[in-house]
């Protein structure tokens, strides 16, 4: 028994120490989006549940010696395909650069085909282990508590997870992280095959000592696996859907992937493990709690600090999940139906990661399947009280939902109006102070407790679900209409929205009865990314981060070489394409961006933004991941170098770690045309301070740069940081001299590196 245990830990801390290891790595070759973590966590879900079905199938013949060598036989497979993509690839799980996607259109079947070749079948044994394992244990030794080895599964999950931040990504480089997990991978495989091969088929399946257990000969019918198939599925769709609101606010980066899969996690460990855990009594009220929390966050959107975001995101997963797994842990069956009702779960969890990664891009505009989910989380708590006939709406008082819908009456009216409830009480108080205030409430007060009284018997004595279950389903009712605000909000003046593997694009059309201020805006998420006016004798005119004074408008106006030639000007990031403003017949502007629909907003018949049309210089538009991009083209001599090359590739507060490491500046040193070049990092960020990162690259470097910060003006010039990184003589240019601080005021941070990035330390 010990043997298995081991086994199972050690599967399952390499199952889940391989998803950070593998998405931080092909991460940069999808522009660093938020959806390369919800694709990779698709296929391994969609492998968690082959996995299972073949453990299934395997557990459903326990005679069958033969399948257990066969077993064995493919765990010794899986090691030597390991050792001969090692000799391909010079490393056993990392694919060769032959794989880098060289069209960023279709981005998931690559990023599923590289996942399929690199750790398909090496992962898909790690999810057979636990299953397979615990049914092979259950029969061989009766009386076993075979759901606690479910839970040591979990353990051996979140405590990869939790090692994998701190100390797996921090200390060794990512080609080491193949090597170490490869080689433990070896270690298991020969556990799991002496495990196979030694497992003994009983006659008759063992019964199990487990307080959990519904009565192990009752048949089950359909109805208890279509809800346990619901409650894995709401999990899973809301382990997805945060992480992706998280990410697209942040940056797409391991620390922010392991942390809600961390909280995903520790639920099922709490809920399979005892239960005496999960109680309704506590994760009730926390749940009703988080969900409120989390709407009113999502409807205050980016104007919330990161932290809090991320804290109201986090407690709606974690007590989402706890009523979901507590639920499907106080109605699991007996060992008898062990694989099924993990191939369920496995089934519900896949279906959750299809929803957000395949079906909510083609279905909706933009993310709203965060708000679709914290509502059916809600629902599928109701329905598992109303299931129960012992729970507290089924046989108790109704005055809990009657707080809960006060409570949602009030969330709902500071979302419809935040100064309805003081204009309620001046009107109150002037009626008081009429002198017939004190009889008018005295009577309400004796006419609600009459009815109240009357009443009580069907609404409030134990046995008469009504009110509380009628107040439940009203309380759902104000969530949702919170939740539908922040969409309304959202689409309040958009003129298009789009969706794609790449963020969510809004453009706006404000100040129409304005000709001097109309104008379109685009939103890159919650973040706008730049506008144009539409005015004809206004619309080149450079806006917003981009204007004269800006860092960028510095570089562009008084680069030594504009005054004798013209100038190769590279921008990595596209948005309305302002900067092409400063272009000059002679000049060449050459944008690289990732996202066709960013390209399509700016030329072509569906274009909102003129700059590039209207620009007199030559425009060159390199659809792809910027970094890749710029690495082929030096390594092909395909373009020149630049005079000035602009770094802007954020996407709504979010940032793309990987074009801010070492190795990222490092080549766009190599893509200056010469010593006078100049490197313009654009850092304005809500949440992040980001000067402390780029002092670090510089510094690590020996280059010089400065600070260009300015204030708000007026409606065209807002407020901007960019980085300038240049040789001294170019940064002493008075005009750029006057404009500019050095970087000495910020922190001193070790500099990130494609290795290594502390997103902890730069949190405003």
Known sequence: MLAVALTIFLGAFLLFQIEPLIGKYILPWFGGAPAVWTTCLLFFQLLLLAGYSYAHGLARRPRARGERVSHATLLAVSVALLAVL????????????????????????????????????????LATTSPLLAAWAARARPGVRVYRLYALSNLGSLLALLS??????????????ALVWSSLYAVFAAGAALCAVAARASTTPAPVSDSFTLARSAPIGRAPYVFWFLLAACGSTLLLATTNQMCQEVASIPLLWVIPLCLYLVSFILCFESDRIYSRAVFGPALAFSLGWAALVLFKGFVVPIRVQVAAYSAALFAGCMVCHGELARSRPDASRLTSF????????????????????????????????????????????????????????????????????????????????????????????????????????AALAWALWQLRRIWWDRGHPYFAAGCLAGALGLLGYVLISDVR?????????SRNFYGVLTVEELSKDDPDLNRFELRNGRIVHGFQYRDPEKRREPTTYYTERSGIGLALLHHPRRATGPLRVGVVGLGTGT???????????????????????????????????????????????ARLSLERERRDRAAQ?????????????????????????ELYFSRLARPDGILAIHISNRQLDLAPVVRALVDSLGRKAASVDIEGEGTTTWGSTWILVSSESVLETPEIARASKDLSGARVIRPWTDDYSNLFQVIK
């Not at 994998?164 to 992280?177: H, I, K, N, S, T």
């Not at 961006?593 to 590039?612: H, K, M, Q």
């Open 579 to 625: 900067i092409a403003a400063y272009g000059r017949a002679g000049d060449t502007y050459r944008f690289y961006d990732i996202n066709p629909a960013v390209v399509a907003l700016s030329e072509g018949p569906r274009s909102r933004f003129t700059y590039l049309r209207d620009c007199p210089a030559r425009v060159e538009i390199v659809l792809g991941d």
């Open 641 to 665: 170098g630049f005079d000035v090359l602009a770094i802007d590739a954020f996407t709504s507060d979010s940032i793309p770690v990987h074009l801010l490491t070492r190795e990222a500046v």
């Open 164 to 177: 994998y931040p701190p100390l797996v990504e921090r200390f060794l480089p990512l080609r080491m992280q």
């Open 489 to 497: 909000a959202f689409l309040e003046s958009a003129v298009s929205v």
């Open 342 to 445: 993990y191939l369920t779960i496995a089934a519900g969890g896949a279906a959750g990661g299809l929803f957000v990664a395949i079906a909510a891009p083609r279905l909706f505009d933009a993310y709203w399947e965060i708000h679709i989910c914290l509502w059916l989380t809600g629902l599928l708590a109701l329905v598992a009280l109303l299931r129960d006939s012992g729970s507290w709406v089924r046989s108790g008082r109704g005055w809990p939902a009657l707080l809960v819908l006060l409570a949602c009456g009030a969330l709902a009216n500071s979302v419809r109006d935040a100064s309805f409830l003081p204009s309620l009480a001046e009107r109150v108080k002037a009626f008081w102070e009429q002198g017939l205030g004190p009889i008018i409430v005295v009577l309400a007060a």
């Open 86 to 125: 090692a000799k391909v690839w010079g490393s056993p799980i990392l694919a060769s650069a032959s794989w880098k996607p060289s069209d960023p259109s279709h981005p998931i079947p690559r990023i599923l085909a590289v996942l399929a070749v690199s750790v398909g079948l090496p992962y898909f044994l």
